[in-house]
């Protein structure tokens, strides 16, 4: 098992630091090892987070599935594509490790790039919603939230960016920031 299930409910109530620790509790598994079965879920409690991180813990990537399912989402990340849509996983890769060439990859380069993540750690976050309109509200202002206090310059490890500009109070209820 490379996942934990919890409550929207629980969720709301936890603040940003909690589940920066709760996501540090998830057991996880290698890339190279996941199956589809080994992260299939109800369809109430499908969406929600997913992680990858690098085999020495340096570089975290962090996802949302809100629409999708998880098992969906994480398998779009595997398409090489340079043009591809959803497959932000291997760009954000390529990007951090190849800071000088950001965002000039080839589908090869891409390619190159599914052969690391072989090595990658997997876990997911799924969220058993009882309001799916709020659950994905939730979830997409906690992913925000999590990228934006994960960045290198923050003390975090996180190799995807987000648009959030301002800080974040880490220490209050998620639920009191959500309008």
């Given at each position: 098992?490379?996942?934990?299930?919890?409550?929207?409910?629980?969720?709301?109530?936890m603040t940003l630091?909690h589940?920066?620790?709760?996501i540090?509790?998830?057991p996880?598994?290698?890339?190279?090892?996941?199956?589809y079965?080994?992260?299939?879920?109800p369809?109430?409690?499908?969406i929600?987070?997913?992680?990858?991180?690098?085999?020495?813990?340096?570089k975290?990537?962090?996802?949302?599935?809100?629409?999708?399912?998880?098992?969906?989402?994480?398998?779009a990340?595997?398409d090489?594509?340079?043009?591809a849509?959803?497959n932000?996983?291997?760009?954000?890769?390529?990007?951090?490790?190849?800071?000088?060439?950001?965002?000039?990859?080839t589908?090869?380069?891409?390619?190159?790039v599914?052969?690391?993540l072989?090595e990658?750690?997997?876990?997911?976050?799924?969220v058993?919603?009882?309001?799916e309109?709020?659950?994905?509200?939730?979830?997409?202002?906690?992913?925000?939230?999590?990228?934006?206090?994960l960045?290198?310059?923050?003390?975090?490890?996180?190799?995807n960016?987000t648009?959030?500009?301002?800080?974040?109070?880490?220490?209050?209820?998620?639920?009191?920031?959500?309008?």
């Amino acid at each position: 098992m490379c996942y934990k299930v919890i409550s929207q409910s629980n969720l709301a109530n936890m603040t940003l630091k909690h589940i920066e620790q709760f996501i540090k509790t998830i057991p996880h598994k290698l890339l190279k090892d996941l199956c589809y079965y080994d992260i299939y879920r109800p369809e109430n409690s499908c969406i929600g987070f997913y992680f990858f991180e690098s085999p020495l813990g340096d570089k975290l990537y962090i996802g949302k599935s809100c629409s999708r399912s998880i098992t969906d989402r994480v398998g779009a990340h595997f398409d090489c594509r340079k043009g591809a849509f959803l497959n932000s996983l291997p760009r954000a890769v390529f990007n951090a490790n190849y800071p000088h060439k950001k965002d000039t990859y080839t589908s090869q380069d891409l390619h190159k790039v599914f052969t690391v993540l072989r090595e990658w750690n997997f876990s997911a976050l799924f969220v058993e919603w009882t309001d799916e309109d709020y659950a994905k509200q939730l979830i997409s202002k906690i992913e925000s939230m999590l990228i934006f206090d994960l960045q290198p310059q923050n003390g975090g490890n996180c190799i995807n960016g987000t648009n959030r500009k301002y800080p974040i109070n880490v220490n209050i209820p998620i639920k009191n920031l959500i309008p």
